[in-house]
């Protein structure tokens, strides 16, 4: 099948040759996306893994076991993509080596071991990011898991099959927190989640707001063990997990998942001398271009530009990825669109709780030269007479030097987050300060919400604040 | 005790001293406020009701059952204004008369009928509404209930223990389809609604969007009777209501509800003198200011500014009247803040369907002289493989000349439509545009959300539409 595929990828000249080396959010939304802009264009999507187009944020919840196969989360065949598109997709194939001045992609079958060559007008770099592997001894034993593409999904979900006591995880991020949850669905007696910050999530909630989440942790079963260092990771014997060493102590696991963030798959940009950025990720304008014009990048590969400090960052999310992916998409295809850039709006659930965040923490503003101020407020999300009414922590920091310009905000409730999160999210892009916060007509029915929107509430409260501390320097 | 109240209210010349007509939503607001502003002021509400500070938009799930009584709804007792804040309360007890030059209120006992009259140096006006009774045959037969105070509940509630069959909701609005729902789980056989217009909701929702409901209601086994006007109520004898007639027909029934709007109490204003402004309601300025200076009024007795048009409406309701009754209160104990107006925001749900506008519709926005299109969506709230997603439909009603400013949303959806709302009132009042829309950073986890957010969808689609119509135009 590869073969003719190549075969027409080098062959007609008059159509525009578009190959997108990735094939899971952004590199599936690139190739849709150029297709629509121009449906000539032969366009060819390079896999590394067995498919395509899956929803791996699932991941969790089907190890959880709540979604009952993880086929459930392929979105798209990787087959409908040629039949529905006429998209080509070359998937077990790893591409090596970029040549910008041939305009040719240079890969290998991960199964023949055949190398393939594919020339382009305009390439796409959607390769993802991959586990950050901490550099220390046993990290590789048997027992020691990441969970990032499908096949380490289906790894640990066979691993928890074969029976497991206990579970250490390494990270207090998001997957940490998704998969302590699922773990102990799991009926997995010892889960320990072992931090080196003072705090779980340490990149989405302030210390006052993760204590919250820890105590909710704590009471689902989750050991915590915090300002705490993965040193080592201990072996039985026979290459299997023990456990693992930390700063203060050990703790004994029979199984070892490790969440310390990821890398971006930058490699084959920067050997093919494209430039890369923040965090070693691939640097974009907001065309999603790289620094060889006909090269796009986007995903988690890729940096992203903060609309609220205007600078390059690297959070790969699949929110993100899939819209730098149609923006790169069209593009690739000759179109101008424009990535906006973004407010860094992270949401996730772990048991009861969700928590997410927006824009800049207190210290993240400090740091861009703001002069913040932040207010915390509890309220709940229905009235109190309502049942079921559960609580909801909002916390918005503001810039005292700009009229109160809301600059973030960290959210945590039994639900309702993911609304408000979204509402500061575009605040944050329209320069809102707290006093349009204060005032916006929110809506309001008993099952769903209080009569005062807590939004509107804590933006109150920061106005106080904000005016007390103004007549203080007066 | 009310004339102890009344000798403090004359005595103490140094206070300032302020009466609220009115204890619900936007008179306790208000006196909260006040007392806050200004400590030493005195504050007296004068309430006609045995009770105030109660949840009325609880109603309908009291009546439902999912709510076990009525006093479950008393936000705060009379008494406790008078220990927790010394805010002086006179229930039952209705005003009869403001004297704006002596600066006098004159009103009656409901139980001793005996006049009083209190002196102030501010008024709040915060008489609320009544419904709207149709001036037709049989309006005051036994069985003809309206839902609007706390009286109103009870009534409906001890009618429904006595045992009925069969129900007849005049009006699709807010109250008709909450209370369908509540009539249905009360195991009443036959509820029908009659709406006059050609659809449910009217003033909520579109035409393409109130069928959705439609279905929904009929689903619950709701039956519809749309684009028929009641004639007359009928009568069994003795006074008892048999059913109604309409335009098309009659309809027996043991109850009749009746829901077709509210008025607001603005006759004491407009004796007073106070001009009136939008729909009878008393005019005020973004001051809650009336048109005599130390008098303001808030809540479902006054008009709102709308920040989408910049032109006064009316539109009663818990979360404007609470907002205006706290800038009234400020502003009468000396402050001078500022009501920023309302975008029209409202939200309910009918048995599993939650339903919401903001803004303006297209018919509004053309009679507005904008030049509108709109677009609407059908996605889903959660990752398509997470179970129980559900679905969401969005329209966005934007502006083809000002560069898709945004002017309106409607939207349905099993659950996410409040946040969804609420964003979109933002954005009103914020002047977004569609593009703001479709690139702000929504955050998503699969438990709570698509890794599109569909409000990014529907603007997406809405620029696609603009642009479409302006290369159309060139």
């Known amino acids: 099948m590869s073969s003719k595929k190549i075969i027409n990828n080098t062959d007609n000249k008059k159509n525009k040759k578009i190959v997108i080396?990735?094939?899971v959010a952004a590199g599936t939304s690139a190739a849709s996306k150029a297709k629509r802009v121009d449906p000539t264009a032969q366009i060819t999507i390079l896999q590394e893994e067995p498919l395509v187009s899956y929803g791996a944020c699932g991941m969790p919840y089907v190890i959880e076991?709540?979604?009952?196969s993880f086929e459930k989360l392929i979105e798209r065949p990787a087959d409908d993509f040629k039949k529905q598109y006429d998209i080509d997709v070359i998937v077990n194939t790893r591409a090596e080596k970029i040549d910008p001045l041939q305009q040719k992609v240079y890969a290998i079958s991960l199964k023949s071991h055949k190398r393939i060559s594919l020339e382009y007008d305009s390439l796409v770099i959607a390769t993802g990011a991959r586990p950050f592997v901490p550099p220390i001894r046993g990290i590789r034993l048997d027992g020691v898991v990441f969970l990032r593409n499908y096949g380490d999904g289906k790894k640990i979900k066979a691993l928890i099959a074969k029976g497991i006591d206990s579970v250490v995880i390494v990270g207090a991020g998001l997957i940490g927190l998704e998969m302590a949850e699922s773990f102990k669905k799991n009926d997995i007696d010892s889960v320990t989640i072992v931090e080196m910050a003072d705090h779980v999530l340490?990149?989405?909630?302030?210390?006052?707001?993760?204590?919250?989440?820890?105590?909710?942790?704590?009471?689902?079963?989750?050991?915590?063990?915090l300002g705490e260092k993965l040193v080592e990771i201990l072996e039985e014997g026979n290459r299997k997990v023990r456990g693992i060493k930390t700063t203060k102590g050990s703790i004994e696991s029979d199984l070892v998942l490790v969440g310390t963030g990821v890398i971006p798959n930058s490699e084959i940009a920067r050997d093919a001398g494209i430039e890369l950025g923040y965090a070693n990720a691939i640097r974009v304008d907001e065309h999603m271009r790289t620094s060889t014009s006909n090269i796009f990048a986007a995903g988690d590969c890729a940096t992203a530009k903060s609309y609220v400090t205007g600078k390059d960052t690297y959070l790969p999310l699949g929110t993100t990825a899939n819209k730098q992916g149609r923006v790169a998409g069209e593009n690739a295809a000759g179109g101008n669109a424009i990535f906006r850039g973004i407010a860094g709006s992270a949401i996730s659930k772990s048991f009861d709780l969700y928590f997410g965040k927006t824009g800049l923490s207190f210290d993240e503003a400090l740091k861009e030269g703001f002069e913040p101020t932040e207010e915390t407020i509890e309220s709940i999300t229905r009235s109190g007479y309502y049942p079921d009414s559960k609580p909801i922590w909002i916390k918005i920091i503001s810039d005292k030097k700009s009229n109160g310009?809301?600059?973030?905000?960290?959210?945590i409730g039994g639900e309702g987050v993911k609304g408000r999160i979204d509402l500061i999210a575009l605040a944050l892009l329209l320069k809102a300060n707290i006093v349009d916060l204060a005032?916006?007509?929110s809506c309001y029915v008993p099952p769903i919400s209080p009569v005062w929107e807590p939004v509107n509430i804590a933006a109150s409260q920061a106005i106080k604040m904000i005016s007390k501390s103004i007549s203080l320097h007066r």
Request: charged content about 25%.
């Open 202 to 225: 340490p990149n989405i909630l302030d210390n006052d707001l993760a204590k919250i989440m820890q105590k909710h942790l704590q009471d689902k079963g989750v050991k915590l063990r």
């Open 21 to 23: 080396i990735g094939g």
């Open 405 to 411: 310009r809301v600059l973030g905000s960290q959210i």
């Open 65 to 68: 076991g709540l979604i009952d």
């Open 439 to 441: 005032n916006y007509d």
